[in-house]
């Protein structure tokens, strides 16, 4: 699918982005938008097994991803370059995870990518704490890789549907 | 028999609530596309408000002084659904004494909102598509045709285009009614959007409690908040109503919200472990997840072990015992909160 609405006849069947990511999006043949153009994955996790275990599993779903290890390299990164998810560690040496999301939602160009914490830390004040800066999901470790995934794929359906509603508003007549 | 429902005052101030970056935009979609004629489209699991976006459209609309009549397609066998949407002359089937008005007559200078639109039989796709394309229609057992002035909303909690794939849905009614199409998330896509939704209920029960506010604590306001909601808007509205008139006290706890809720929630905190290809070491998982339920039972008692011992269901000698044995370990302090 095209990102420039003039590609595109107004009223060309748009389907529903409902599973980006999966490997039937990525066949050869299949109009759905390719896994790639669903964005990049930021993981970040001081534990770096724990950062490469999850790219390893979103990278079977042909989804791109980034590894950081910190809370400033993630701060960095998401300022820097175009990402649309980040998977967020909470217990970080320096920046933790609670930290990186009030910076995040400080800035116009970081506040709207969907994070969801995948932590070890379940207890009620951080799960709180979650809720209340506004996290997209909340995971406990050790994750279900089925149901990471699934929430994965919703996040980024979420995005995909944002961009082609842009496309909509912008070629609605206002009369 | 009222099968169709015209606007009332109580509607007219209904909008849908959130701050999600997609409720921001379908908001100010709805703005643009209420100044146009335009058909559109809108999509979306049960519950998520469909209806409530064309009313607004509706209500922003330069029809907005005509009537808005909302339809259920998937409500009314196929036999009366072109009755309803057309009118029927007398004597046009059994049972047609008199002359009847259909809706695109009724709303003639207003809109039209035809939810469930995928179920609507082949042959009553085409009388719309007659209608969308010539602004003119039949009714049941007339031989002249009638020009209409309404605008058509549709909906549809089936992926139209998916309908159209099958064979059940025409692809030229299809493009014709997706001339502008609004999808409206599942409430588990933006769930930063709950505890707004949350608040906004409550409000709106509150006014009618006679014995005054309540309010949701932290703990309960974080399950809803973690609950996947798939019955979506339409679902939490209604838990929050329930949990409003049930209220004893004036504050709304965990162990209030409803067991689904509750049982979803303590599911995801304590996920069944994969087994990976090395195995995994079955004493200390149990032990991991015994230590969650005894600091969870002791923060919720403050610490009192008699009543942590009362809510884990144990004697308090043996929830002392269990405490003892992992003072080694993990030591009694971690499990305290």
Known sequence: MSENPSDESKN?????????????????????????????VLVVDDNRDAVDILCRLLGTQHLHTIPAYGGSECLDIARSQPIDLILLDVSMPGMDGLAVCRELAKEERTRSIPIILVTARDDHETRVAGMRLGVSEFLTKPVNRAELLERVRGQLSARVLAREMDETIERTPQE | MLLFRRLDSAHTHRNLIGQHPLILRIQALIKKVAATDATVLISGESGTGKELVARQIHSLSPRAAGPFIALNCGAIPAELLESELFGHERGAFTGAVGTRHGMFQVASGGTIFLDEVAEMSPPLQVKLLRVLQEREFRPVGSDRSMKTDVRVIAASNKELFDEVSKGRFREDLFYRLQVIPIRVPPLRDRRSDVPLLIDHFLEKMNARRPQGPVR???EARVQLWEYDWPGNVRELENVIEQLVVLADGDTIEAENLPPSIRRFVAGKHNPTPALSDEGFDFNRAVEAFENQLIVEALRRSGGNKQAAARLLGLKRTTLVAKLRRRRGGNGVEELTP
């Not at chain 1, 060309?12 to 990049?40: I, L, Q, V």
């Open chain 2, 216 to 218: 949701v604590n932290d």
């Open chain 1, 12 to 40: 060309a069947p748009r389907r529903r982005a409902r599973d980006p990511g999966t490997a039937a999006a990525a066949k050869p043949g299949n109009p759905r938008r390719p896994a790639a153009d669903f964005g990049s």
